[in-house]
């Protein structure tokens, strides 16, 4: 069966770092991959998806995945952190029409 | 891209009673979901709204408990009937233009508490 797996429950980094954010999944054929990001009491925003090609993926708000069949993760990036970066952040995989998602990366920003 | 809306926003109700969420997407859709994300954990698929025709429920959760409807293809509602403190979620419809895998955009949710 299909899974997802972000193994930092809450990571703190400081204002201007960089920042990794893990996901690996689990799937038998070539997943699709996304990130979503989750403001606090909002809905979830697509943050880029991977889904063929390149397997260095730009998405919004200057953030990156790169996807590692290899290691079987696709782990999202950004360079430089920024305040408004404070959110959680889900990664998921498409499985049959579903999307399964993982349990989510809790990010604070430190000033 | 199509702009999607939950009503209500919130809400605070009592057991045994039943709350109906809408969701609105301002143009048509293919497909549509309901999820619940409970306290704390990732988001899960309730069922997929088919247009016209009964949902597709996954695993654990039944049409009796959570009816949904989709007249159309702009416009859902999940109801969450019979309520008890375990329903206390946030419940979140999303969309998708084409396929099931395509991407998927999500609404902003309704907070849901059950006291």
């Known amino acids: 069966a299909q899974s997802v797996t972000q193994p930092d429950i809450h990571i703190t980094v400081s204002e201007g770092a960089s920042l990794e954010l893990r996901c690996n999944y689990s799937?038998?054929?070539?997943?699709?991959l996304f990130w979503y990001v989750q403001s606090p009491g909002q809905g979830l925003q697509l943050l880029l998806k991977?889904?063929?090609?390149?397997?260095l993926v730009q998405g919004i708000k200057g953030f990156e995945a790169e996807f590692k069949r290899s290691q079987s993760s696709f782990n999202l990036r950004k360079p430089s952190v920024h305040w408004s970066d404070a959110a959680e952040y889900f990664c998921?995989?498409?499985?049959?029409?579903?999307?399964?998602f993982g349990k989510g990366t809790k990010l604070s920003v430190k000033p | 891209s199509a702009v999607i809306s939950q009503k209500p926003s919130r809400d605070i109700c009592q057991r045994g009673t039943s709350l109906t969420i809408q969701c609105q997407v301002d143009?048509?859709?293919?497909?549509m979901f309901w999820y619940r994300q409970q306290p704390g954990q990732s988001l899960t698929l309730i069922a997929t709204?088919?247009?016209?025709?009964?949902?597709?429920?996954e695993s654990g959760f039944v049409i009796d408990k959570f009816p949904i409807s989709r007249p159309n293809l702009t416009f859902s509602t999940l109801t969450v009937s019979n309520m008890s403190p375990e329903d206390s979620s946030i419940y979140l419809c999303?969309?998708?233009?084409?396929?099931?895998?395509?991407?998927?955009?999500f609404g902003p949710g309704t907070r849901l508490t059950v006291l």
């Open positions: 999303s969309f998708t233009r084409g396929a099931a895998t395509d991407t998927q955009y």
């Open positions: 143009s048509q859709v293919t497909m």
């Open positions: 991977y889904f063929s090609g390149d397997t």
């Open positions: 998921a995989v498409e499985g049959q029409g579903n999307l399964i």
């Open positions: 799937y038998g054929a070539t997943p699709y």
């Open positions: 709204a088919n247009q016209g025709s009964e949902a597709t429920y």
